[in-house]
C-alpha cells in the first residue's frame, strides 16, 4: 500500500482530529493543521502515531491565504505535495437572525467555512501543479447546505456555497485524476455540540428527532473519509453524501 500525504485542517479536535487518526490507521502520513491550540494538535499527532501512521503539526488560519501558503510549504517541504486534503476547520451557526446579524460576525464565518475551503483546495492544487494521478479533497459541510435553520443565516449560506464549489472543483479537476466530494454531516458528538455531550437529557431530547435515536460518533465521519479518499472510491466525484442516521430526511415531518 502506497503511503499518501494527507493535510487536515481543523484537526485539533473534533471530525478533524478522528479524520487524521483515521488516516493515521490507514498508514498515511497527515499534517495535522491547527488553528491556535497547539497542545490539542500534539495529542492528535500523538493519536496518529500510535494509529500506525506519520504526523506533523502546522499551525494555519484558514481564513489568511499567506498563512495558508506557508502551511502547505512546510508540508510539502517535509513530505512533498500532499495527495489528500480533508478541510474540517470551520465555526458553527450562532443563532442570530438576519436583522441582529453585524457584517463582522456574516463575514468572519464566510471567511472561514467558505474562503477558507477555497483558499485550501486552490494550495492543494497548485501545489501538485499539472501532476496527473489519484488525489482527493473532501470537505467538511453539513444538512445545513440544504436544511436551514432561523439563526443560522451566516452558516447555512457558507455550507451551500461550498456545495457549489465542491461540485465546480469535480468538473475542474477531474482530467487531473482528482477527485472532489462533500461529506454532510448531521448531529455529531464534537465539541461544536458541547451542551450535548455535557447534558444528557438536552441531548436526548435532539436524538429523538433522528431516525436511528442517536447522534453520531466522530470516527464515523472519519471512516467516510477514508473510503472516499481511498482507491475504492475512485469513481464518486462531485458528490454530496449524507451521514446524519436520517435527520434530514425528516424535515418536512409535522408540515
Known amino acids: 500500500m502506497t503511503t499518501r500525504t494527507v493535510v487536515v485542517t481543523g484537526a485539533e479536535s473534533g471530525i478533524g482530529a478522528a479524520c487524521a487518526v483515521g488516516f493515521g490507521t490507514a498508514g498515511d502520513r497527515v499534517a495535522v493543521l491547527y488553528h491556535s491550540d497547539a497542545a490539542a494538535a500534539d495529542a492528535t499527532a500523538d ?65 472561514t467555512d467558505l474562503t477558507g475551503a477555497f483558499l485550501t483546495s486552490r494550495r492543494f492544487l497548485t501545489g501538485r501543479g499539472e501532476v496527473t494521478g489519484p488525489a482527493a479533497i473532501l470537505h467538511i459541510s453539513s444538512i445545513h447546505a ?25 468538473i475542474e479537476e477531474a482530467p487531473r485524476g482528482i477527485r472532489v466530494n462533500a461529506i454532510e454531516p448531521g448531529m455529531i458528538l464534537t465539541p461544536m455540540n458541547d451542551r450535548a455531550m ?58
Open 146 to 170: 440544504y436544511a436551514v435553520r432561523a439563526g443560522g443565516a451566516d452558516y447555512c449560506a457558507a455550507k451551500g456555497g461550498l456545495t457549489n464549489l465542491v461540485e465546480t472543483l469535480a
Open 47 to 111: 493519536a496518529v502515531r500510535n494509529a500506525g501512521g506519520a504526523a506533523m503539526t502546522v499551525q494555519a488560519a484558514v481564513d489568511d491565504e499567506a498563512s495558508v501558503a506557508d502551511a502547505f510549504a512546510a508540508v510539502e517541504q517535509a513530505w512533498g505535495p500532499a495527495e489528500v486534503l480533508v478541510n474540517s476547520a470551520g465555526l458553527n451557526m450562532t443563532g442570530v437572525t438576519v436583522r441582529q446579524m453585524m457584517l463582522e460576525q456574516w463575514r468572519r464565518l464566510i471567511d
Open 198 to 255: 455535557k447534558d444528557a437529557a438536552y441531548r436526548q431530547s435532539l436524538e429523538r428527532n433522528i431516525p436511528m435515536g442517536r447522534a453520531g460518533d466522530p470516527t464515523e465521519v472519519a471512516d467516510l473519509a477514508v473510503f472516499l479518499a481511498s482507491d475504492k472510491a475512485r469513481y464518486i466525484t462531485g458528490s454530496r453524501i449524507v451521514i446524519d442516521g436520517g435527520l434530514s430526511l425528516l424535515q418536512a415531518i409535522g408540515a
